[in-house]
């Protein structure tokens, strides 16, 4: 069964960076899409950034000019820069990848940022 290992949260402090990476455990698909999520404490999921095969991506917002997401195709792996962090950014973030007949989520991983 595939799963989606994510790996590079922790703790930050404000201003600082961290960078998430997000690899399926066995590679039977060919991920259409690869993203990011995150839910904080008492709110729902929202998204992050996504990046298709092509390299278009997508950006919330509230991350535009500091997050960058990014994909190496031939790894099936995708990473997300986090620069110039803010409290708010603290919490659980999930990678997500698209198939062409199914999404896959990885199991989350907590980012928490000091102020």
């Known amino acids: 069964q595939v799963q989606l290992v994510e790996s590079g949260g922790g703790l930050a402090q404000a201003g600082g960076s961290l960078r998430l990476s997000c690899a399926p455990s066995i590679i039977t698909f060919t991920a259409v899409s690869m993203g990011w999520y995150r839910q904080a404490p008492g709110k729902q999921r929202e998204l992050v950034a996504t990046?298709?095969?092509?390299?278009?991506?997508l950006y919330a917002d509230s991350v535009k000019g500091r997050f960058t997401v990014s994909r190496d195709n031939a790894k099936s792996t995708v990473y997300l820069q986090m620069n110039s962090l803010k409290p708010e950014d603290t919490a659980v973030y999930y990678c997500?990848?698209?198939?062409?007949?199914?999404?896959?989520w990885g199991q989350g991983t907590q980012v928490t940022v000091s102020s």
């Open positions: 997500q990848m698209r198939s062409s007949v199914r999404e896959y």
């Open positions: 990046i298709t095969r092509g390299g278009t991506s």
